[in-house]
């Protein structure tokens, strides 16, 4: 092996581990000898879904995706593990969130825009761009569908009623009248006791949603959360019952979560310190 040779991998390792490194640092008191999680399966997933920002579960072992940088719906095999279709709804631009209900993809871009798409991905796209009152401000990162042909909407920066240190909202969103319902509105409280395991001086860092999703026995909403890598469940009314802290080691960039019928989770992580990939996940 030549002087440069030994050099590139020298240089290759210590980027690695100057990488590891930082991510470790972003939650440097993970207990790992107490996860509350397993991983049971991980899928290396293709340079195309870098930056992958959201999947939905369409069953026959398929998973839709899309990531943040292209207007391009992914259909992923997590038996063949590839993509074995692409679908274009709109422009490049910052998508964040992808969700299904009533025979609809909704995909959720930061800047508030919602587009809907039909969900047969054999014809024509047919996306249509709904409004919301959310900006650029409140960056829309989850979407999911739920009650009563309605979408759950969460934000990862301000909240619609402006930045707020005591509470997460989530937003019920009616996509045919295109209105929020603020009677609706879902409250996660800071102030819970259960928060106060999180160790960060920064009460807006409890819960940086990236992604939402709903259980589909139980109806309960999970968060996810990349910045402080972690998962907290509430019921229907935003009451926390549990937050699974997760390792960054495991989760450098969890962007995007979805369950099964049967309720098997899979998150997906961005590839910032690694692979994308697409994990199921057990939680405890």
């Known amino acids: 092996m030549t ?6 991998v020298i240089f290759v390792l210590v ?3 100057g990488i590891y490194t930082l991510y470790e640092r972003k939650h440097p008191d993970f207990d790992s000898e107490n996860k509350t999680y397993e991983i049971v399966k991980k899928w290396n997933i293709p340079n195309a879904l870098d930056e992958i920002s959201g999947i939905v579960w369409l069953g026959d072992y398929q998973v839709a995706c899309i990531q ?18 692409k679908v274009q709804f709109g422009e490049p631009g910052d998508y964040e969130g992808l969700t299904y209900l009533n025979d609809y993809f909704y995909i959720a ?13 054999d014809a024509d796209p047919e996306t249509v761009i709904l409004d919301t009152p959310f900006t650029t401000k409140n960056n829309i990162e989850g979407i999911a569908g739920g009650f009563d042909d309605l979408l759950l909407i969460a934000v990862k920066g301000d909240n619609l009623e402006g930045n707020d240190d005591n509470y997460k909202a989530l937003y019920t969103y009616d996509p045919v009248k295109q209105e929020i319902y603020k009677d609706l509105e879902i409250t996660v409280d800071y102030n819970e006791e259960i928060f106060k395991k999180l160790k960060t001086d920064d009460r807006r860092e409890f819960l940086r949603p990236a992604d939402v999703a709903f259980h589909p026995e139980t ?7 990349a910045e402080k890598p972690k998962l907290v469940i509430t019921d229907r009314y935003g009451k926390v019952k549990k937050i699974h802290e997760l390792d960054p080691a495991e989760f450098f960039q969890p962007e995007g979560i979805c369950f ?3 309720g098997i989770i899979y998150i997906a992580n961005e590839g910032k310190g690694g692979d994308p990939n697409i994990l199921e996940v057990n939680f405890n």
Do not use: C, H, Q
């Not at 109806?219 to 959360?225: C, E, T, W």
């Open 260 to 262: 099964t019928p049967a």
């Open 15 to 17: 980027l690695a581990g």
């Open 219 to 225: 109806r309960d909403i999970y968060i996810l959360d």
């Open 3 to 8: 002087r440069w040779a030994v050099a590139i």
């Open 109 to 121: 871009r930061s800047d508030g825009k919602i587009f809907r798409m039909n969900a047969d991905l």
């Open 68 to 85: 943040d940088e292209d207007g391009i719906l992914f259909v992923y095999d997590l038996d063949k593990e590839e993509i074995v279709k």
